[in-house]
């Protein structure tokens, strides 16, 4: 992001700060599917932020010492009001995204079910482990690890979905007993804002989740006053976060960018693939880190996949959505990743690729691009090589499974990834590409099944979310060694004479060696 000049940040402008130079005073938030102003935000000054910070601090002791039953308890509460306020939450959620409906209304049950998820299996994943001594050097030790939070995590987000990649990622820090504080995206900050004040002042939660607003200074200050900082956003600002962090020795996972591929192999139902390359990648207007980017097709099936894909996004229904659900692909939520969307597009065509549908953005007071369907592509495209995070495939046809995973994998990106063909021989070329999770004969599915971690190879990040890497990341490990009896002193300790040190010598001998002799003290 480049350092913000101006007094105001607006939903059109996209200036945003870096945490240099003079910041904006507010934001201006815009509704991107009409491009009308909605409401001013003041930004969170960096002394606002450690004073925040320090408050929640000082209350996260009580919160710790609840227990897991004692959080779920209050996070349950937090379920139950966003289960109630869904209608709430989602008009919100569409003014400030431009999302439609269908798409929007995955958040709200997607945080109820974080909570469950995390608050029924906290004690399986974060609870004391009892560990057996791996030496009869160490009988006489109890081995207890317990996982203690970090005390305040700082979590920075993005504007694709303002709920899930924030309150998503609070909800396991705080079940882990940690207090939170988040920064959301500038061009979201409203809905996360909404179920704050509610925390605070229609449930009654202890004082340990609170919200700041602003850009790069208002999210460096979070950095350097945190223990712990969850990032998703771009990897170009994880850098940054992570270099910032590094100043301070604060621990950061980092979720990043993605450019997706898909291989659809000859033996694939192609009706399903084409219906899932085309929710894939424009589902929430292809604006998700792990949305259908590259297509590879194996030759004897790219035809008819190319025609069952062009058909399918070329009946979708585009524009602003009330709770009819009157269209399938929103707005661009970014006024700047619309602009990234067209040169992407633009360049691809200028080399000779061809839009089967769409190709442009839509001339309207909102920011639409067509979903849009590029062949003829190849990796000398920034659409077939940097993340274009909008509603556009470029799909290539290959020779065969082989050459399809060659291309998947040269990508500086490894989010995520799909595979479609036939169950055992889609799942043996799934399994060697290199992402941090793949879905065989599906799309995107991979983020709902909580239970297993999902988190980007390469460039694509640092660090887990979900199963139990997504809560114990939260957590520094604190080992306890109890002695269950003993003497006055240990035989390791002093004084030092040859028959103590000699009977040391020989247990640990005897207990390394793998044969008889050495066991007995004689060389092999
Ligand atoms: P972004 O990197 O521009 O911004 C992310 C957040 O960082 C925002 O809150 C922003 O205000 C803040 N920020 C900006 N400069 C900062 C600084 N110097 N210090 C601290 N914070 C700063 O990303 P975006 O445009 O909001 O989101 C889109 C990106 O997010 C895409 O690259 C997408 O792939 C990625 N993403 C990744 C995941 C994932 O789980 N891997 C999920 C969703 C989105």
Redesign the pocket.
Known sequence: ?ESGTAEKITGTNGS????SGAEPQQIEVHNPATGEPIEAVPVTSPEEVAATVARVRANQADWEAMGIEGRYHWLGKLRDWILDNQERILDTMQRETGKVRADASNEPVYLADIINFYGTRAAKFIGEEAVRPHSPLLASKKLRVQYRPHPVVGI??????PLI?SIGDAIPALQAGAAVVI?????TPLGLAEIVDAWKHEIGGPDVFDVVQG??ET??AL?DNVDFIQ????????R??MA?AAETLTPVSL????KDPMIVLADADLDRAANAAAWGGMMNSGQ??MSVERIYVEEPAYDRFVAKLTAEVGKLRQGPDATGHDAEVGAMT?PN?IGIVEDHVDDALAAGARALTGGKRVDSPGDYFEPTVLVDVDHSMKVMSE?T?GPVVGVMKVRDAEEALKLANDSRYG?SGSVFGEKQRAEQVARRVECGAVNVNDVLVNYFASDVPMG?WKE??IGYRHGEPGIKKFCRTESVVITRFAGKREPTWYPYTRSRRGLVGRIAQAFNARDLKRRLGRRG
């Open positions: 992001m945003a700060g870096n945490g920075i987000s993005p504007w694709n979905f990649l920064k959301p995206s500038e061009f850009v790069g999210g460096g950095v990032f998703t956003g771009s990897d170009r600002t994880g940054k976060v910032r979720e990043l960018g993605g998700i880190c970014s990743q993340e995070f989010l980007g694509s990040g």
